[in-house]
């Protein structure tokens, strides 16, 4: 994977002119989804750039700024990353996908990573090629601001910012309230995409035990697979929603560590429901190669039975296959019928013993 420069380094590509390396105005940069500024937890006008936004509200002495930004490259995190002095190793994560959960605090903000999940609809749970699809949430709190990066399509803060513009009095408590939302409205995701999937573990169930249905193990590994990804998303942020709610944190006001605990307590349960649809698929894995072996067991022994049937007509035919004169009954008139009538009589009586023992 190449290199990506780090912000000090586009700093000093450009040391000559004392400025940044020339970036896309946020005004004209889809990358920017949305910018704006909050006084008293209502909107003002759209931000055009970051640095004037975060000089207007702190020459306000209140309020603080919400920029959101959607798979940003390295270039359009710089001025956002000089106007709220972001820290340039939190910015290279923000750039780089594929984070694991975490906290990170530096002087001037703390980073937070989340994963977002979402469940693909699929006709059954033995035709799916992918059931959870995966993606991150990054957010950049401050004093006075708050920067959410995203990483994929299904991980949008569109509807939760109108939800929330509609509740003055939540924005008023600051940027520690936007990182409170965002984070139940993920976790309430994940109880969505658990409940779902539990539908697919339930049917994968009952095909189990169905003795007229034919699964493989192959489809109960890609939905315990799917299971995995859906726990390395969830399974690591039960530690940094714990420091969040406990810890005492200079960006995260004592009102909002209250709301914390309840996320906390909400991914926590999630979180044991997952590990429980580990063991379950586990389970099931063991009961469909226990019912191979059983299958394969029964199999053996209608062949070996069918096997010493057989062995009776083949051992008298080849006793008097071997032409001596001097045999048994072999020059009188009714010897051939009587070695028939034995060699049937025979095999059905080890057909029906073999039969009665469950061989057959």
């Not at 989804?33 to 055009?48: I, K, L, P």
């Not at 008023?172 to 779902?196: F, N």
């Not at 095909?207 to 007229?212: A, H, I, N, Q, R």
């Not at 057989?310 to 008298?316: E, S």
């Given at each position: 994977m190449p290199s990506i420069p780090s912000l000090s380094a586009l700093r000093r590509g450009s040391r000559s002119t004392g400025e940044l390396a020339p970036v896309p105005s946020p005004a004209n940069n889809s990358v920017i989804v949305d910018c704006a500024t909050y006084f008293d937890g209502v909107r003002q006008s759209s931000c055009e750039r970051p640095d004037d936004a975060i000089a207007r509200v702190r020459a306000h002495g209140s309020g603080f700024v919400w920029i959101g930004l959607k798979e940003p490259e390295m270039a359009d995190m710089a001025e956002v990353a000089t106007s709220f002095g972001l820290h340039e190793l939190a910015v290279e994560d923000a750039i780089n996908a594929y984070q694991r959960a975490k906290i990170e605090q530096y002087s001037s903000s703390l980073f937070v990573v989340i994963k977002t999940v979402k469940y693909v609809e699929h006709e059954s749970?033995?035709?799916?090629?992918?059931?959870?699809?995966?993606?991150?949430?990054?957010?950049?709190?401050?004093?006075?601001?708050?920067?959410?990066?995203?990483h994929g399509d299904h991980s949008g803060l569109?509807?939760?910012?109108q939800d929330l513009e509609r509740d003055p009095a939540r924005l008023a408590l600051g940027p520690a309230a936007v990182m409170h939302a965002i984070a139940d409205r993920?976790?309430?995701?994940?109880?969505?995409?658990?409940?779902?999937?539990?539908?697919?573990?339930?049917?994968?169930?009952?095909?189990?035990?169905?003795?007229?249905?034919?699964?493989?193990?192959?489809?109960?590994?890609?939905?315990?697979?799917?299971?995995?990804?859906?726990?390395?998303?969830?399974?690591?942020?039960?530690?940094?929603?714990?420091?969040?709610?406990?810890?005492?944190?200079?960006?995260?006001?004592?009102?909002?560590?209250?709301?914390m605990r309840d996320v906390e307590d909400h991914l926590q349960q999630v979180s044991e429901r997952v590990m429980a649809f580990d063991e379950i698929l586990t389970t099931l894995v063991n009961a469909v190669l226990a019912q191979v072996a059983t299958r394969q067991n029964e199999d053996m022994r209608k062949i070996s039975a069918w096997a010493a049937i057989a062995l009776v007509p083949t051992a008298v035919a080849g006793i008097y296959g071997m032409n001596f004169d001097f045999m048994p009954e072999l020059h009188w008139t009714f010897g051939y019928p009587l070695a028939l009538v034995l060699i049937a009589g025979i095999c059905v009586l080890l057909y029906r013993t073999l039969r009665k023992r469950g061989w057959l």
């Amino acid at each position: 994977m190449p290199s990506i420069p780090s912000l000090s380094a586009l700093r000093r590509g450009s040391r000559s002119t004392g400025e940044l390396a020339p970036v896309p105005s946020p005004a004209n940069n889809s990358v920017i989804v949305d910018c704006a500024t909050y006084f008293d937890g209502v909107r003002q006008s759209s931000c055009e750039r970051p640095d004037d936004a975060i000089a207007r509200v702190r020459a306000h002495g209140s309020g603080f700024v919400w920029i959101g930004l959607k798979e940003p490259e390295m270039a359009d995190m710089a001025e956002v990353a000089t106007s709220f002095g972001l820290h340039e190793l939190a910015v290279e994560d923000a750039i780089n996908a594929y984070q694991r959960a975490k906290i990170e605090q530096y002087s001037s903000s703390l980073f937070v990573v989340i994963k977002t999940v979402k469940y693909v609809e699929h006709e059954s749970a033995l035709k799916a090629v992918e059931i959870v699809n995966s993606g991150e949430i990054m957010m950049f709190l401050g004093a006075d601001f708050i920067v959410t990066v995203r990483h994929g399509d299904h991980s949008g803060l569109a509807g939760l910012r109108q939800d929330l513009e509609r509740d003055p009095a939540r924005l008023a408590l600051g940027p520690a309230a936007v990182m409170h939302a965002i984070a139940d409205r993920i976790v309430d995701q994940y109880l969505a995409v658990v409940e779902s999937v539990e539908d697919d573990i339930d049917e994968m169930e009952s095909l189990v035990f169905d003795p007229t249905a034919i699964l493989r193990t192959e489809q109960i590994y890609l939905l315990k697979r799917e299971v995995l990804e859906l726990r390395r998303a969830i399974a690591p942020l039960s530690a940094p929603m714990r420091r969040l709610a406990e810890m005492p944190n200079v960006f995260v006001p004592p009102e909002i560590r209250t709301y914390m605990r309840d996320v906390e307590d909400h991914l926590q349960q999630v979180s044991e429901r997952v590990m429980a649809f580990d063991e379950i698929l586990t389970t099931l894995v063991n009961a469909v190669l226990a019912q191979v072996a059983t299958r394969q067991n029964e199999d053996m022994r209608k062949i070996s039975a069918w096997a010493a049937i057989a062995l009776v007509p083949t051992a008298v035919a080849g006793i008097y296959g071997m032409n001596f004169d001097f045999m048994p009954e072999l020059h009188w008139t009714f010897g051939y019928p009587l070695a028939l009538v034995l060699i049937a009589g025979i095999c059905v009586l080890l057909y029906r013993t073999l039969r009665k023992r469950g061989w057959l």
